[in-house]
């Protein structure tokens, strides 16, 4: 998804997707952080990883575990001391990837109501889309750097939409993406690339870093896809999921200086180590929240029909 930020220092190459088929695996390479890069203009290497010899370790880390932070949504109304609420488009009036949808901060957009935090997309004309959603962040109210990061949440149950829980360096209106980096937590809606599933319970989670960053030494991690871009590196591990419209799941992170993992209802299924290289995941990063509707991760399809979808959380916690 796209982050509006004071200062952007990369030349975006965006193309529209459209109609439902999937396009080939060396299509453009997506984040949410709004960066499309065009194989037309940088050579694109993915890898997918299927061998099972395990990586070696470096050191290990421990948490005390505590609460440092959290959003139940169990109060009244939206907690702006939490998040921040983003509406301005930073691209000429839309957001990046090709999505379809303008975020508002109006009530019918993002709320709190029973004990949830409900960001809905809707079918309405609103400056010149198509289509409204919500998109809030935690950026200059809370930034941390490690911990065990965690979303309990029910996605909205409609092909088409693009929900995301994921982090972006604090710094990256100094250094600009990709050199902030970004953790995905959580992404569901990929019917973009032939390598991967079709299965509505598909959800997936991804390191993204620049080119001077790790280079490739994470080539090889077991049931990952590798990607070099030319203009940023990640990698992407993904998961079925059962019920991902009728039950809540938790999604997690815990995040050390020695490596990343990634869970779904307390099972880790992706790990990422940091080897002998940290930046720039040593540094403080803020939360983003949000529901895109299209855009490339969907390729670009929204089921006909369409009215509105709700991504619910329960809650947002933080431990160190």
């Known amino acids: 998804m796209s982050s509006n930020f004071r200062s952007i220092y990369l030349v975006l190459f965006l193309l529209v997707s459209c109609g439902g088929s999937k396009s080939d695996v060396n299509d453009p390479i997506l984040s949410n952080s709004g960066n499309l890069n065009n194989t037309n203009n940088t050579s694109t290497t993915t890898t997918t990883n299927t061998n099972t010899s395990s990586t070696s370790a470096t050191q290990s880390y421990t948490f005390n575990n505590d609460l440092v932070w959290s ?21 000429n009036g839309s957001w990046w990837n090709g999505e379809l949808q303008y975020y508002t901060d109006k009530e019918d957009n993002v709320k709190v109501e029973d004990g949830l935090l409900k960001i809905t997309a809707k079918r309405e004309d609103y400056e010149g889309k198509l289509y ?108 079925i999921i059962e019920k991902p419209f009728e039950d809540f ?54 089921a006909p029909g369409f009215t509105q979808a709700t991504y619910e959380i329960d809650y947002v916690r933080v431990y160190q």
Do not use: C
Not at 78 to 90: A, K, L
Not at 255 to 273: S, V
């Open 132 to 239: 409204t959603s919500a998109r809030i962040t935690t950026q200059d109210k809370f930034e941390f750097t490690y911990g065990k990061v965690e979303m309990r949440a029910k996605l909205p149950n409609w092909e088409g939409m693009w929900p995301a829980f994921w982090m972006l360096g604090a710094n990256i209106d100094d250094v600009g993406w990709p050199y902030s980096g970004e953790l995905d937590i959580l992404e569901h809606g990929d019917y973009v690339k032939d390598s991967t599933s079709d299965d509505p319970g598909l959800i997936s989670s991804a390191v993204h870093y620049g080119p001077g960053d790790h280079r490739s030494q994470y080539q090889n991690i077991p049931g990952t896809f590798y990607y070099n871009t030319g203009q940023e590196m990640f990698v992407r591990a993904e998961k």
């Open 71 to 91: 959003d139940e949504f169990d109060q009244a109304s939206f907690s702006t001391d939490n998040w921040n609420i983003e509406t301005v488009p930073p691209n």
């Open 249 to 302: 799941h938790t999604y997690a992170m815990q995040w050390a200086p020695d490596k990343i993992q990634f869970f779904i209802d307390e099972e880790m299924y992706f790990e990422f180590p940091m080897q002998s290289q940290h930046p720039p995941f040593d540094k403080p990063f803020f939360l983003l929240l949000n529901l895109a509707v299209g855009g490339h991760w969907t390729d670009g399809y929204v």
